[in-house]
């Protein structure tokens, strides 16, 4: 746990110090005495944590300190470094306080001796990627079936020979196209953006392969040039970049559509293997064959139900005159049916159609009946309802406080309008109201006595 300890000068022969506090005062006199600088040294004991922070020691003939680059910052370096490699390092004095320990905290790196050249190579790469060169929305992926595959490289390098035998293992229907340029030397970039801009206008290639292998900072200069960079970017054939070795980073890397950790990687990432191709088309043709054999078993099976439901001509004609005769007899015998059994059946209908008349005299009678009775039971519950009307009325009345008031009695209050029923609580001189059955009247007490 850090604890906050102010700095002055009588601290030390003044506070018994923990050590926490200790370290933490020596991390901040050389935070605030030591400002960023350039350190030299020789790379050991170099460990890439699987948080992206690279942590290692930077020594000379004499001496060694700890060193600490964090991910962010190892990530705009533009190559990983290994044991023995000489750099130069910007950084800040620190110290580690849970050991104690003093160490450089690095927040950029160059290969020692290659000053000028890296601060070109990273105020380039800064300009490009504020233009968007690097943006990955604009990269495109590669032609998955190449008709052909173009090679921009030197005749005479090692990664052609890597490039053209992968080729020929994976892909050896894809033709291969040899744009040759140098990858080394004062004309090497514009011959490489020579041959970019002819392969562009030729279009006789799907993917173009820019390859090179591995060397140090000067002999991949070539491929950090701006107008290389810029042609790479423009090109309409998808672009993938395979330059020096997996450690090594050149501005063409962050401009091509794809970029490869080696140039026979590159020759991989262009094209689908042929073996997985004939894979591919084989399981095509065994489901092309499965759904054939599926749609003939169908149509097999639709061709049986048809046969099985198909009839010979002469059954069928026998089997409609054999309906035809029965439909002429029958309309025979429609027609030539008893007279006497009609007449009977429609003296019949004529008798239920009697007997279903009704009797509209009988249903009249009722009807008169009917509404005496509906008059009389109303006359009757009038008479009643009328009766209950006069007694709830009268007792009513009996009960209104101003029939009472009527008959001499009067209705009592104190001032504060509370009903007065017994004369106990009254004192003499207390104010009164009255409430007669006519008006009122405000008296006051003379004397009170108890019945």
């Given amino acids: 746990m850090t604890v906050e300890f102010p700095v002055t000068n009588d601290v030390f022969t003044r506070d018994i110090l923990t050590v926490a506090q200790l370290n933490q005062s020596v991390g901040q006199l050389l935070e ?13 004991n170099f460990t890439q944590a699987a948080s992206g922070h690279w942590y290692f020691t930077l020594k000379d003939s004499r001496a060694a300190v700890r060193t600490v680059m964090f991910r962010s910052r190892a990530s705009a370096v533009g190559f990983v470094p290994r044991a023995g ?11 580690y306080e849970p050991r104690g320990d003093y160490q450089l905290q690095a927040d950029a ?28 929305t604009a990269k495109r992926a590669p032609v998955a079936l190449p008709r052909a595959i173009g090679v921009i490289t030197s005749l005479h390098a090692a990664a052609l020979r890597d490039v053209l035998s992968a080729l020929a293992r994976r892909a050896p229907q894809v033709p291969v196209v040899v744009y040759p340029a140098p990858v080394q030397g004062a004309d090497a970039a514009p011959r490489l953006v020579a041959q970019v801009q002819q392969a562009n206008e030729r ?12 060397g140090s900072i000067e002999d991949l200069w070539s491929f950090n040039d701006e107008a290389l ?17 997996e450690t090594d980073f050149t501005i063409v890397d962050f401009v091509a559509d794809l970029r490869a950790p080696t140039p026979t990687a590159a020759a991989e990432l262009a094209c689908v293997p042929r073996a997985d191709l004939l894979a591919r088309i084989d399981h095509a043709a065994q489901r092309l064959l499965r759904g054939q054999q599926r749609r003939l078993d169908q149509a097999a099976q639709r061709l049986d139900r048809a046969a099985a439901q198909l009839v010979s001509p002469r059954r069928r004609l026998a089997h409609q005159a054999e309906c035809l005769n029965t439909l002429r007899h029958r309309l025979v015998s429609a027609w030539q049916g008893p ?6 059946r429609l003296g019949m209908s004529v008798q239920r159609l009697s007997h279903a008349t009704p009797d509209t005299g009988r249903a009249r009678e009722r009807l008169a009946a009917l509404a005496r009775r509906l008059h009389q039971a109303q006359e009757r519950q009038l008479a009643t309802r009328v009766a209950r009307t006069e007694a709830i009325s009268a007792h009513l009345r009996a009960l209104d406080p101003q029939h009472t008031l009527a008959r001499g009695y009067a209705i009592v209050r104190d001032a504060d309008g509370h009903i007065l029923r017994d004369a106990a609580p009254l004192a003499r001189g207390q104010a009164l109201s009255l409430t007669f059955a006519q008006g009122g009247a405000q008296v006051e007490v003379l004397d009170t006595h108890s019945s």
């Fill in 32 to 44: 605030r005495n030591i400002p960023l600088l350039w350190v030299r040294g020789e790379i050991s």
């Fill in 85 to 95: 490699d000489q750099v130069e390092v910007r950084a800040r004095v620190s110290l």
């Fill in 109 to 136: 790196m160059r290969r020692a001796g290659l000053g000028n050249l890296y601060e070109a190579f990273l105020r380039l790469k800064t300009q490009l990627a504020s233009e968007g060169l690097f943006d990955e």
């Fill in 203 to 214: 279009q006789e290639v799907d993917t173009l392969l820019l390859v090179r292998g591995g």
């Fill in 229 to 245: 960079a810029r042609a790479v970017a423009a090109s309409a054939i998808p672009i993938i970049s395979g330059v020096g070795h």
């Fill in 339 to 344: 007279q006497g059994r009609r007449v009977a």
